[in-house]
Structure formats: C-alpha cells, structure tokens
C-alpha cells in the first residue's frame, strides 16, 4: 500500500489544533452575541426561546452542511448544543438582572460527597453557566448538605433528588417537608457509570463492589449478571472511588463516572453499566432566600401539601390544576413523619409563582388542603431541543 503522505502527522495536528481553536473562538463570540440578544428581548419583552427561529437557523445550516458533506443528524446535534448553551446563558443573565443581591463572584456550595462526585459535577456545572466561582464544601449527607445552608456555613446546597433509573431520592423529599429554605435552581446531570479499579484486573475477579446506594440500585442489572458480589454502600460515589484508590486490590472495584475516576487514578475496567443507557439525575439548588424568575424565561414552581384523609380529597387539588391548564411535570408523595397513614404530596408544576393563575391556584389550594407550603420558584434549566424534518 502506497501512502501519500505531503505532511507528517504532527504538521496534520498542528492544523488540526488551529482550527479547534478557532472553532472555540467562534463559539466564545456567539456566546457573546446571545447576551447582545438578551439584552435585545429585555427591551421588547420578548421571551428568551425563539423556535420559530430556531427551526429556520437549523434548516437553514442542514441545507448549508450538505454543501460540506455533513449529514443533517451530525449538523442537528451540535448546534442543539449550541442553542442548549445560548438559551442557559441568557437565562442564567436574565436572572442576574433581576436577582442583583444573587449576583456575586464566588459562591460557597455544599454537596454531597468530595471532588469527583455526581454532585461535585453537578455542582461545577450549574454554577459556571452563573460565572460563579465556586467555594467548595462537601458534604457525607444530605442532611449536612441542609445545615451547611440553614446555619449561613454555606450560600446554596446542591442535591440530587430523582433519578430516571432508580426514581425519586426519598430522603431528599423528607428534607424538603422540614426546612426554611427554598427551591432556587435545578440542573439535570448525565450520569455514566463504570465499572473502576485501581490495579490492572479482569471483569471475573471483581467481587466486592464500592459505591453510594443510587449508583448499586441504578446498575442493578448489570450487578446481578457479575453473579455474588460483595456490595459496599459509601456516603458518595467520591468516598466509593477513594476507597478503591486506597486499596488497590484486583478484587475491588468502584461504580462512578470515568472522568472522575481520573481524579483519583482509578480507569474504567466496564462502562455505561446502569439499568438505562439514557440515565440522568436532576438536582435541585437551594438557599435561604427565594429568587425571582423573569417572565421572559421558563419557571417551575414546587409546592408541598397535605390533604384532607376524605376520598378524593388529592383529585380535587390536581382538577385545580388541570382546570387551570397548568402542566405538572412531577407528584410525588412521601409518608408525614408522626402522623401515620398522613402523605405529603409534592408537585412540580410549569408556571410562575408570580403568574397571576399561580395565585388563584394557590388560593384554591389553599382551601382544599390541610397544609401547603411553596418550596420555590425557579427556571426551568429543561431546554426540549426543537426539531427539525431532515428530509424537508
Ligand atoms: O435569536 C434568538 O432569538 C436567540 O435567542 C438566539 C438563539 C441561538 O442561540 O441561536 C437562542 C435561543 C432562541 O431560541 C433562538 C436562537
């Protein structure tokens, strides 16, 4: 076989290296220019999302790609991302302005677990897209997570509250029925798990596992085909991949995400172990004091009541919502803790508390229950990307 090679493989990378950097570039200015926009929609009062725009923009660069022979899926996919990003970035503006006292250069976040954990991730995440420094606190409970907030040791807490493979975080939920503190933002985080270890191994020598008890309940499957394992439950999946690192035994393995494997010199032996390749945890952010959301970007707003022990008594409360046309995107109930056979329902619903609905609903609510309580109000960081016909 004859090569025809005109550059080495450096002088090739070294091309290659000038065009990602150029591609950032590009996207920093983009960045800049979705503020320039912003400000724009301030001034008309338009809402932040345009898919009408949207939907024309993607057309129009599926058209332009297969000038370059790229196909529409590749062309769709990363500008859903791109689009993703400018929509959070002028969200995440948006509420600076209206949240001045929020706007601050660093922020002290407690999560739970140390560097590396899902919620040291989601942490990291959420808080970038605000251009908020993060001052680190971590956490071994959900509980400490809470008190480092409500005791003023920390400004906002991160914690997971559902997952798509193992469902709702229950002691998260009990939490929430206790606490002064309010519901300020959410983000919903990949999670890949893998199958870590700290020494070269095989898959068939593993047999004592490390890790949080989310991460064993949503790789369930893939733990009952490894046949007799011994599970070991940590307080975070950091604390799990430490204690792997530590031992460095070929039987021994962790369940966490690849990259923070890294951290502590652990490699992926398995990886996407979890019972659904599409698996994703959504936390909630709280603080002491509660945030405005601008009318020109998605709310959600969570709520908790009781209601009365009559039959019927939850329907008539969610026909006050359904009457109202307001889209409840999560009801979960949890037991009252001292009063047996009580339940606490918890809903999430796609509206602003300061929506003047919101309120005739909370009155109506108000009527209807034994207890309400409104845990927040906050943007909806949930972006449905806008699809597009490829064979338009
Ligand atoms: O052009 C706008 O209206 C923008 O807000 C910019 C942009 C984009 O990034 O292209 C982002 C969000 C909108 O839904 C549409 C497009």
């Known amino acids: 076989m004859t090569v025809n090679t005109h550059d080495s493989l450096d002088d090739i990378r070294r091309n290659v290296t000038r ?18 926009v912003a400000k724009s929609k301030i001034s008309t009062a338009k809402p932040v999302r345009d898919q009408v725009r949207e939907q024309a923009l993607l057309l129009r660069l599926i058209d332009t790609g297969k000038e370059h022979q790229l196909d529409p899926q590749y062309v769709t996919q990363i500008f859903h991302t791109i689009i993703e990003d400018s929509v959070l970035y002028q969200q995440a503006y948006l509420q600076r ?9 660093t922020a002290r976040v407690s999560f739970l677990g140390a560097k590396g954990s899902y919620s040291h991730l989601a942490s990291r995440n959420y808080f970038s897209r605000k251009q ?10 959900f509980r400490d997570i809470i008190n480092e907030v409500e005791t003023g040791h920390a400004d906002y807490g991160v914690l997971p509250i559902e997952n798509t493979s193992s469902g709702s975080i229950n002691e998260v939920y009990d939490l ?10 959410e983000i919903t985080q990949p999670i890949e798990h893998c199958l870590l270890t700290a020494v070269d191994t095989q898959l068939e020598q593993i047999d004592t596992l490390y890790s949080h008890p989310q991460p064993h309940q949503q790789c369930s499957e893939f733990l009952h085909g490894m046949g007799k394992i011994n ?53 909630i952010v709280v603080a002491r004091k509660p945030v405005t959301v601008t009318s020109l970007i998605p709310a959600k707003t969570t709520l908790i009541m009781s209601t009365a022990q009559a039959a019927g008594s939850l329907v008539e409360c969610l026909l006050v919502l359904r009457n109202a046309k307001i889209n409840m995107t999560k009801l979960e109930s949890r037991p009252v803790i001292g009063n047996p056979w ?3 329902f918890y809903v999430d619903v796609e509206i602003n508390l300061k929506d003047p609905l919101m309120q005739q609903v909370l009155d109506d609510l108000t009527r209807l229950t034994r207890f309400i309580k409104v845990l927040g109000c906050y943007p909806s960081e949930n972006v449905t990307p806008t699809e597009v016909d490829f064979n338009d």
Request: aromatic share 4%; hydrophobic share 40%; with cysteine.
């Open 19 to 36: 065009i990602d950097n150029t591609l950032l570039a590009l996207l920093a200015e983009r960045r800049t220019l979705s503020l320039e």
């Open 97 to 105: 302005l209206v949240n001045p006292e929020n706007a601050l250069p």
């Open 132 to 141: 908020t420094q993060l001052v680190e606190i971590s956490c071994s409970s």
């Open 176 to 185: 929430l029925q206790h606490t002064s503190l309010s519901i300020v933002g």
């Open 231 to 283: 599970q070991q439950y940590c307080s975070s999946t950091a604390d799990a991949m430490l204690t792997v690192a530590e031992l460095k035994q070929p039987n021994v393995a962790a369940i966490g995400n690849a990259s923070s494997g890294e951290i502590y010199g652990l490699t992926p032996i398995k990886t996407n172990i979890a019972n659904q390749q599409q698996n994703f945890t959504r936390f």
């Open 342 to 344: 009580e339940e606490m």
